[in-house]
């Protein structure tokens, strides 16, 4: 079992940055991938980023790409989104999510999810 706590939302500026952490506990993510995904009022959750915690690989979804990148510590088992010029569009709640083996980005594959942080971005 792996619990997942999101955290560093907040309200952010137009053109500013947030860092998101998700430490997790449980167990250590070894063989595991995170995702982080958002969702806001009226709108599918939809994943932003994604990363095999043993190093294969990562995802970036379009809207996101080459803004915010996803990274993680292993000595803190944690995963972090660093989202930087950030847009009034990209206001919503934001989760982190864990499943054993790869990355998908559909949200089914998920079983481990956070309890979500909101992001706020002002014009």
């Known amino acids: 079992q792996v619990q997942l706590e999101e955290s560093g939302g907040g309200l952010a500026q137009a053109g500013g940055s947030l860092r998101l952490s998700c430490a997790a506990s449980g167990r250590t993510l070894s063989g595991y991938a995170m995702g982080w995904f958002r969702q806001s009022p009226g709108k599918e959750r939809e994943c932003l980023a994604a990363?095999?915690?043993?190093?294969?690989?990562?995802f970036y979804a379009n809207a996101v790409k080459g803004r915010f990148t996803i990274s993680r510590d292993a000595t803190k088992n944690t995963v972090y989104l660093q989202m930087d010029s950030l847009k009034p569009e990209d206001t919503a709640v934001y989760y982190c999510a864990a499943r054993l083996g790869t990355w998908f980005t559909s949200k089914s594959r998920y079983p481990y999810w956070g309890q979500g942080t909101q992001v706020t971005v002002s014009t």
């Open positions: 990363l095999d915690w043993s190093g294969g690989g990562t």
